[in-house]
């Protein structure tokens, strides 16, 4: 191994004393010392206000956290609100349709009961006063009905003999027309009452057919039955009534 130092040097090599750094006055080491003492400051100043702005880092967290709730609380309450808003305007508009519908029918109903008793009161009092006025009207009309039925009943009696004698020569008349050629035995059977009235006016037609006239209680005023050997002919009123009521249920049938 190679010696590092020589004989001269030995002379100046002594042992190293701590004593001889904390006695020696180097500006070097006194520079060192006072910068590691600013550093050691700054830290601790650092430090010093890291802990006094930690209490305000923590307080502005705290209340954007708070913030932010109260903003999701009023945000979300403001839909919640909105959205139970719409769905009550629905429920309320539904109930108030259904409550307004039930309503309308009942008013429906009864504005047509009121109606249909308005007018049935008004057909009673109608019928009361028609039939008001019918017992007046019998009051006034049947006297003078009664009047003019006696009247005219009065008039057919005192026109009856008149009326009968016309019809029956006009039956006569009609008879003669339709068998000038009947044997000569015929008898022409009329009301006694008729004997007088048909021997004036129909003399002369008789004469010429030969026909004789026979007085016949069974035969009614104004009517005549012709009968011969063969034949009769019933022209009275009996027969000409049941030979309209044949007709007549004829056409019913």
């Keep these: 191994m190679m010696n590092m130092y ?25 520079i060192i010392e006072e910068d590691s003492t600013v550093e050691m400051i700054e830290a601790s100043s650092l430090m010093n206000e890291t802990e006094e702005a ?36 629905q429920l309320g508009h539904d109930q108030g349709y259904q409550e307004g519908l039930k309503q309308g029918i009942a008013q429906a109903e009864q504005q047509f009961n009121e109606e249909k008793m308005k007018l049935s009161q008004s057909m009673a009092s109608l019928l009361a006063n028609f039939q008001q006025a019918l017992n007046d009207l019998d009051d006034v009309i049947i006297p003078q009905l009664t009047d003019v039925a006696l009247v005219a009943a009065q008039k057919m ?44 006016i129909l003399s002369d037609e008789l004469n010429k057919y030969h026909w004789q006239l026979v007085a016949d209680p069974t035969i009614d005023a104004g009517g005549c039955k012709l009968l011969s050997d063969k034949n009769e002919i019933d022209v009275t009123l009996n027969s000409k009534w049941q030979t309209l009521r044949d007709v007549v249920n004829g056409e019913r049938s």
């Design 54 to 89: 930690m209490p305000e880092i923590t307080f502005d967290l705290e209340r954007l956290k708070t913030e932010a709730t109260e903003q999701g609380y009023h945000e979300g309450h403001t839909l919640g609100q909105q959205d139970g808003f719409n769905v009550g305007k």
């Design 157 to 200: 009696v005192s026109d009856l003999p008149k009326s009968l004698h016309m019809q029956l020569k006009k039956s006569i008349q009609t008879l003669i027309q339709q068998f000038p050629l009947l044997p000569d035995s015929i008898q022409l059977h009329v009301n006694p009452d008729d004997i007088g009235y048909i021997e004036t």
């Design 6 to 30: 020589s004989s001269s040097d030995s002379n100046y090599w002594q042992p190293l004393s701590l004593q001889d750094f904390t006695l020696t006055n180097s500006p070097s080491i006194a």
